[in-house]
């Protein structure tokens, strides 16, 4: 399930991409499949990293115009020369990081000009309801310590020289599975309504049936839980 549309970023063949805050790979195994690429993750958590490599396994193809891999390091300081990467993807990143400003600054550094920048961050209003409801949700070590305001992001992206493109929400679904996870945040998968809910998204998550994915399109500009922000990078650093 991806968050990123890799259509809209224009990703292409022999692009290199890379995916900061990769996680368990999601981004990274959706690029390496979508076309002849050389996909990299970078993450802070090992454990992340592992069961990404785990993953990766069970889409291996015997095609050497595609690669995929991975490295733990920080977004701070990215292990990679200037202008390295046609595309760069930070996906549910950039809320859980105190000086996300120097993130952006190592992403401006290594992405190429004219390359393409995709960031995604939580929906401000669905994500103050998460907020109000749980003071734990977002107070966990690693969680989530700002809420960011569409408007603001893309002036504070586009000061790097950046243009915003494009924008859309996505998984609008996702949103009350949320609430519910908050609201009843001390049982958390343990409640009733918690479990249902799960179910119905894996259950989407395996068939997607064309009514959920109507409501996702029809909910994802409102109530999406995540923003996704596409920018094309100056031709001139």
Not at 82 to 93: A, I, L, P
Request: glycine share 8%; with cysteine; proline share 5%.
């Amino acid at each position: 399930m991806q968050t990123v549309n890799f259509e809209k970023a224009g990703l292409k063949a022999g692009d290199k991409i890379l995916d900061l805050g990769c996680g368990e790979g999601r981004h990274t195994i959706g690029a390496y499949i979508h076309d002849q690429v050389q996909a990299v993750g970078v993450d802070l958590g090992f454990k992340d990293l592992q069961i990404s490599v785990e993953r990766t396994a069970q889409f291996k193809v015997d095609d050497q115009s595609r690669s995929i891999g991975y490295a733990q390091t920080n977004g701070l300081s990215l292990p990679f020369a200037d202008d390295t990467f046609d595309k760069v993807v930070c996906s549910e990143v950039l809320e859980h990081i105190p000086n996300y400003y120097g993130v952006l600054a190592e992403i401006k550094r290594v992405l190429k000009p004219g390359g393409i920048f995709v960031a995604s961050v939580p929906r401000a209003w669905p994500e103050k309801i998460c907020w109000a409801f749980s003071d734990a949700y977002h107070r966990v070590p690693g969680g989530h310590i700002r809420i960011f305001h569409a408007p603001s992001l893309i002036k504070e992206i586009e000061a790097f020289d950046m243009q915003c493109f494009d924008r859309h929400g996505a998984h609008s679904l996702h949103v009350p599975y949320w609430w519910l996870r908050c609201m009843f945040y001390k049982s958390g998968d343990n409640n009733p309504l918690v479990k249902a809910y799960h179910k119905l998204l894996v259950w989407d998550l395996m068939k997607r049936p064309k009514i959920t994915q109507w409501f996702e399109k029809l909910f994802d500009p409102i109530m999406g839980k995540s923003v996704v922000f596409y920018f094309k990078n100056g031709d001139k650093k």
